[in-house]
Every structure is written in C-alpha cells, then in structure tokens.
C-alpha cells in the first residue's frame, strides 16, 4: 500500500525563518513578489493593464495587534486555483504546466507565502480572479495547518488583498517605519508603483528610477547620477562608475570603483535584485574574482534564483553572466586607457593588484596595461614602462627576504632589482619575454649579486690563509662556507647567500625543533636527500675596515667570537629566523664579547 508524506506547518514554519529565509522580515518580500508576479500574469491577458501595489497599517486601538493589508490589482485567483496553489506547499502558479514562461515571474517555489506565518499565526486572503464570471473568495490559513474557503457577498475589483495580525514578538514588523524601509528595501526598482498608507499618510515607496533607466543630456550629469546613486545605496562616495550590461542573464546596473585599495582577503559584495526585486546585498559570485576592486548594483532578470531567493544557482548562464559583466569592467579600463590616462593612473595607484590579475590571464589586456603598472625596486617604486626605458635588462628577486638582503648591495652595483615577490608581480615578468621577444630577463639572488664580487690577489689570500681556515671550521656545523671578495657598498661588513636548497633545509630544521617526533623522523628523511646540493656561503667584504682587522688577528678567541657575530649578523640582516643552534652562537658570542672586554688590559677593576 502507498501512503502520502503528512507535512507539519509548525515545522515548516520553523524551517522557513530559521534556515531558509534570513528572518522574519522577509515576508515583505515575499508578498510584493506575490504581487508583482499576480500583475505581470494580468498584464499577459491586458496588455494594456496598469499595476499598482498598495499596503496599508491599521492604528492600533488599546491592545489590539497591529493589522497589516496587501493589497494587489493583479490576476487574482478562482476557487480551485486557491485549493491548487494556497493550500498545497511547493505548488506555484508559475510552474510550467500553465504554459507560461517561468522567468518571467519572481517566485517559482509555492512557499511564499507561507514566510507571512512567521509573523501571524493567520493568513487572510480575498481575491477576486479576472477571468469572465469569477465571485470573490476568501482563504483563511492557520498556523495549525488547517484551512477554510467561503464565497463572499461582495463585488470585489480583480486582484488579492492579503491580512495579516501581527503575533506575540513580530510588532516591529508591523511598525509604519519598519515596513516602509523593508518595502523600500526590497522593491525600489520594482516597476509598478507601490504605495504605503499608515497613520494618515501615503507615502510612495518607489519614485527613484535607477540611473540606467533613465536617459541624461550630458555625460557629466550620468555621472553625477550614477554615482549620487552608489553613494545612496551604499552610503559612502566611490571613485567612478562603470555602466554593466549584459545579454546572457539579461543583467543590467552599475559598478562603483572603491575609493581605496580593498584587501585581497575580502570579497566584494554586491547588491542584486532578481526581476528588479532585491535577492541579496551580499552576493560574492556575481563578478570575476580580479574584479574586487568594485561594488556594484544589478538587476538580473534571467537568472536561477535558489529557494530562499537570496542567492543565485551556481550554474552555465551566472558563469556566462559573470564573464559579461568582466569583459564590461575590462573594458572600461581599457577606454581608461585610450581616452584618460591620468584617470588611469589614479586608479592604478588605488587597485594596481586588480589590474595585475586580469593581466596575468588576458594577453591583450596585458600589452596595454603592463607598463603601467607599478613595482618595487631597490631604487624605488616605478612603473615597469619607467623601468624598462633605463634598462635593456629586467632584473628581479621573486623572494622577499633575498631582496631586501641584496638591495643594497645591487644598489651599490649600479643594479636595479625588481622586487617581484608580491602577488603576481613574478608572473607578470615571465610573461614580458613571450609578449614582447627580445626582451632580457634575468632572476637574481644573492649568488648571481657575488658572481660580480672581486677577487683578492694571490698574496692578500696568502695573507688571511688563517681566517679562512678557521671560518670554514666554524660555519661548516651550519652547513656554510666562507668567501672573501671585495664589493660594495663598504659599510656592510658580510653578506650572506644561499641555494633555495639550502633555504629548504633551513626551513625544515627550524620545523623539526617544534615537532613532535615522528613528524620529526619524516621531515629527517626530506632533509637528507638535500644535504649534498643544499648548500650556503658567508662572504666577507674585503672593503669593510672592521673585516681587515679581524682577518688580521692573532687572538683566536676573539677571531672566533667575531666570526660567530658577523654570521648572525649576515642572518639577521637577511630576515632570515634563527634556529636553535644560532640563537646559541648569538648569546655565546655576545657573552664571549663582554667577557673578552673585561678581561682586557684595563677592563677588569679588582
């Protein structure tokens, strides 16, 4: 035997305002959305037929529960259309099985409605269809699941008029204030004129056209509305605009340049509207992710709303869509570029990172923004177009620390180095040499900046034999050998420099000391596969006065403490962590230090 699933409106109800919708409040929109959906129906059969919403709010009298009327001049409904689509969860007038193009209403899902229980334990509805010989019934719902129909001895207009008693704890709801800013909220672009009546006022909610729905005689006044219309919506003031049009999701609305530099943790939200009623003033998924630099207002009429309407479905037509509206920003950027450069400039200034990463995936975007663009180097910040006119070669470090090791020492060279380290700044470069052939690229580290260092003659090598001797003795426990050569710049007394194998057993001695022991054993096991290419180097400036004094020295326990010093220095001006076994030769060599001074002739007072 079959049997029917039983439905239990309690728990509905509870799933609704819980987990669905977003809270109460959204049973305004659900019932401008009924309305709407009820005119656009009527209009289908009266083409000439003007819609027109209007709520009003009853004053309250003593104790009475506040009273809220929604009323609608649209279609309306016959009496075994209320039993079909009032009475049955999940059953909508929109479906296709009526014939008519499911887009083209707001609400699909046959659960509108019931969001009204949330604030009311009881739904009233009197509705009169148009149709030729339809009476005016009326519907009453109840919390408890049960519902009753009557024919009422009246003529009624064709359209709904909906009821709702305010319950125990949703009164704010039902305040004019509340109402009015929740009506407003949800459907200023909505295109019927809603109006709302309460305390012997009429107010109309949606007399503000949105500026891509009007027609300007000058393009300073469309930019003064567009972005007079940004600030309202989000309640500050933005760079610029950019028009969005879009034929896939028939999408149209507008995106506002942020007036500083977002983080790239955060995602733009956005404010979309499904059928010019509002969906989400958070969606994330609307715009490419390179395109954080913009908030934007949109109304979409052809796009899969999910059940709550708060979201879009993540299918082919929004990631069509999302494409559309990138190649509208790209663009706007481009025409930037043809027609006001110092515009461009100012937001390069402000959103350089945005622009980077659409030119990492759009070569022609690339060839007409890469030398705009800026980037650190070790002489300054300069666009690359700067850059590569007093340069034939781009040199760059794609490794923060090594970069601020040698940026001196480059400097010294005569070298400009390109700190390529951040986003996509590394990525930018490799692609210089396949857009433009013949363009020179070099990567540098601290062994490329030594390669140019000069050699010590034969008899000044012979000279500090000694030192050299015992610095590789010393460094060799640190997997370092020692180099003496002559460079600039000469306050610097030692530098050092490393393979990125070396680098790599570094970084896994130092996670090997926080470890527990078999995450030790595994990192052991990489480490010992890198012990024969990993390797480093301390080079002494042959130039520094300090150096050729301690090469010099014929106190070997002074020799040592110095060596030990001048390595931890070398780390540390690298921004290089020390591990255990440095931190050790740190405070043995600084305590060496102080007791070889006290130890010296003068030094110790009995």
């Given at each position: 035997m079959?049997?029917k699933?039983?439905?239990n409106?309690?728990?509905?109800?509870d799933?609704?305002s819980?987990h669905?919708?977003?809270g109460p409040?959204?049973?305004?929109?659900?019932?401008?959305?009924?309305?709407v959906?009820?005119?656009?129906?009527r209009?289908?059969?009266?083409?000439?037929?003007?819609?027109?919403?209007?709520?009003r709010?009853?004053?309250?009298v003593?104790d009475?529960?506040?009273?809220?009327?929604?009323e609608?001049?649209?279609?309306?409904l016959t009496?075994?259309?209320?039993?079909?689509?009032l009475a049955?969860?999940?059953q909508t007038?929109k479906?296709?099985?009526?014939?008519?193009r499911?887009s083209?209403?707001?609400?699909?899902?046959g659960?509108?409605?019931?969001?009204c229980f949330?604030?009311?334990?009881?739904?009233v509805v009197?509705?009169?269809?148009?149709?030729d010989?339809a009476?005016t019934?009326?519907?009453?719902?109840r919390?408890?699941?049960?519902?009753s129909i009557?024919?009422?001895?009246?003529e009624?207009?064709?359209g709904?008029?909906v009821?709702?008693?305010?319950k125990g704890?949703?009164?704010r709801?039902?305040?004019p204030e509340m109402?009015q800013d929740?009506?407003?909220?949800?459907?200023?672009?909505?295109?019927?004129?809603?109006?709302?009546?309460?305390?012997?006022e009429?107010?109309?909610?949606n007399?503000?056209?949105?500026?891509?729905?009007?027609?300007?005689?000058?393009?300073?006044?469309?930019?003064?509305a567009?972005?007079?219309?940004?600030?309202?919506?989000?309640?500050?003031?933005?760079?610029d605009?950019v028009?969005?049009?879009?034929?896939?999701g028939?999408?149209q609305g507008a995106a506002f340049?942020l007036?500083f530099?977002?983080?790239l943790a955060?995602?733009?939200?956005?404010k979309?509207?499904l059928?010019?009623?509002?969906?989400?003033?958070?969606?994330?998924?609307?715009l490419?992710?390179?395109?954080?630099?913009?908030?934007?207002?949109?109304?979409?009429?052809?796009?899969?709303?999910?059940?709550s309407r708060?979201?879009f479905?993540e299918?082919?037509?929004?990631?069509a869509?999302?494409d559309?509206l990138?190649?509208?920003?790209?663009?706007?950027?481009i025409?930037l570029a043809?027609?006001?450069?110092?515009r461009?400039q100012?937001?390069i200034?402000?959103?350089?990172?945005?622009?980077?990463?659409?030119a990492?995936?759009?070569d022609?975007?690339?060839?007409?923004?890469?030398?705009?663009?800026?980037f650190?180097?070790?002489?300054?910040?300069?666009s690359?177009?700067e850059?590569?006119?007093?340069h034939?070669t781009?040199?760059?470090v794609?490794d923060?620390d090594q970069f601020?090791?040698?940026?001196s020492?480059?400097?010294?060279?005569?070298l400009?180095?390109?700190?390529?380290?951040y986003t996509?700044d590394t990525?930018?470069?490799?692609?210089?040499p396949h857009l433009y052939?013949?363009t020179?690229?070099?990567?540098?580290?601290?062994t490329?900046?030594?390669?140019?260092?000069?050699y010590l003659?034969?008899d000044?090598?012979a000279q500090?034999?000694d030192f050299t001797r015992l610095?590789?003795?010393?460094?060799?426990?640190?997997n370092?050998?020692s180099?003496i050569r002559?460079f600039?710049?000469?306050e610097l007394?030692?530098?050092?420099?490393s393979?990125?194998?070396?680098n790599?057993q570094r970084?896994?001695e130092?996670?090997?000391?926080?470890s527990?022991?078999?995450w030790?054993?595994?990192?052991?096991?990489?480490?010992?596969?890198?012990l024969?290419d990993?390797?480093?180097?301390?080079?002494?400036?042959?130039n520094n006065?300090?150096?050729?004094?301690?090469?010099?020295?014929?106190?070997e326990?002074?020799l040592r403490?110095?060596v030990?010093m001048?390595?931890?220095?070398?780390?540390?001006?690298?921004h290089?962590p020390?591990?255990s076994?440095e931190m050790?030769?740190?405070?043995e060599g600084?305590l060496?230090?102080?007791?070889?001074?006290?130890?010296?002739e003068?030094g110790?007072?009995?």
């Amino acid at each position: 035997m079959d049997y029917k699933f039983q439905i239990n409106l309690g728990g509905i109800i509870d799933l609704l305002s819980n987990h669905l919708y977003s809270g109460p409040q959204v049973y305004v929109r659900e019932l401008l959305q009924n309305g709407v959906d009820a005119i656009v129906a009527r209009i289908k059969v009266e083409p000439a037929h003007g819609g027109e919403i209007n709520i009003r709010i009853s004053d309250r009298v003593g104790d009475e529960p506040p009273r809220l009327v929604f009323e609608d001049n649209g279609i309306g409904l016959t009496e075994e259309e209320i039993h079909r689509f009032l009475a049955t969860i999940g059953q909508t007038s929109k479906r296709d099985e009526l014939g008519e193009r499911r887009s083209d209403y707001i609400g699909q899902f046959g659960i509108g409605l019931l969001s009204c229980f949330v604030v009311s334990d009881e739904i009233v509805v009197v509705t009169r269809s148009a149709k030729d010989g339809a009476q005016t019934m009326e519907w009453r719902g109840r919390s408890d699941g049960t519902y009753s129909i009557s024919v009422l001895d009246e003529e009624a207009a064709p359209g709904t008029r909906v009821s709702l008693q305010c319950k125990g704890g949703s009164e704010r709801f039902f305040e004019p204030e509340m109402v009015q800013d929740l009506a407003s909220h949800y459907g200023s672009l909505l295109p019927y004129p809603i109006r709302l009546a309460a305390k012997g006022e009429t107010v109309l909610i949606n007399a503000e056209l949105p500026p891509w729905r009007e027609s300007f005689a000058s393009s300073q006044l469309e930019r003064e509305a567009y972005l007079s219309y940004g600030d309202k919506a989000f309640e500050m003031s933005f760079f610029d605009y950019v028009p969005l049009r879009s034929a896939t999701g028939d999408v149209q609305g507008a995106a506002f340049v942020l007036p500083f530099s977002p983080s790239l943790a955060t995602r733009a939200k956005h404010k979309v509207y499904l059928k010019n009623m509002l969906v989400s003033e958070s969606a994330e998924s609307l715009l490419p992710d390179w395109a954080f630099f913009v908030k934007c207002v949109v109304n979409a009429d052809d796009l899969r709303p999910t059940a709550s309407r708060e979201s879009f479905y993540e299918d082919e037509a929004l990631a069509a869509t999302r494409d559309a509206l990138g190649a509208c920003l790209k663009q706007y950027l481009i025409g930037l570029a043809k027609d006001s450069p110092r515009r461009l400039q100012r937001l390069i200034s402000l959103h350089y990172l945005s622009i980077k990463a659409l030119a990492v995936d759009d070569d022609e975007f690339y060839q007409l923004f890469i030398d705009w663009l800026p980037f650190e180097t070790n002489l300054g910040r300069m666009s690359l177009g700067e850059y590569r006119k007093r340069h034939t070669t781009v040199r760059f470090v794609p490794d923060l620390d090594q970069f601020r090791q040698i940026a001196s020492v480059a400097a010294a060279q005569q070298l400009c180095i390109i700190n390529a380290a951040y986003t996509y700044d590394t990525d930018l470069l490799q692609r210089l040499p396949h857009l433009y052939p013949g363009t020179q690229l070099e990567v540098v580290d601290t062994t490329t900046i030594t390669h140019s260092f000069e050699y010590l003659t034969l008899d000044e090598q012979a000279q500090i034999a000694d030192f050299t001797r015992l610095a590789d003795g010393m460094l060799r426990p640190f997997n370092c050998s020692s180099e003496i050569r002559r460079f600039s710049p000469v306050e610097l007394p030692a530098l050092y420099n490393s393979s990125s194998e070396a680098n790599f057993q570094r970084s896994i001695e130092m996670s090997k000391e926080v470890s527990d022991p078999l995450w030790s054993s595994v990192l052991e096991h990489f480490a010992d596969g890198l012990l024969d290419d990993a390797h480093a180097q301390l080079c002494f400036n042959y130039n520094n006065r300090l150096i050729q004094k301690i090469t010099h020295l014929r106190d070997e326990t002074l020799l040592r403490l110095s060596v030990q010093m001048l390595y931890v220095q070398a780390l540390l001006l690298g921004h290089r962590p020390l591990n255990s076994k440095e931190m050790g030769l740190l405070n043995e060599g600084l305590l060496g230090l102080i007791e070889w001074g006290v130890d010296t002739e003068g030094g110790w007072i009995q």
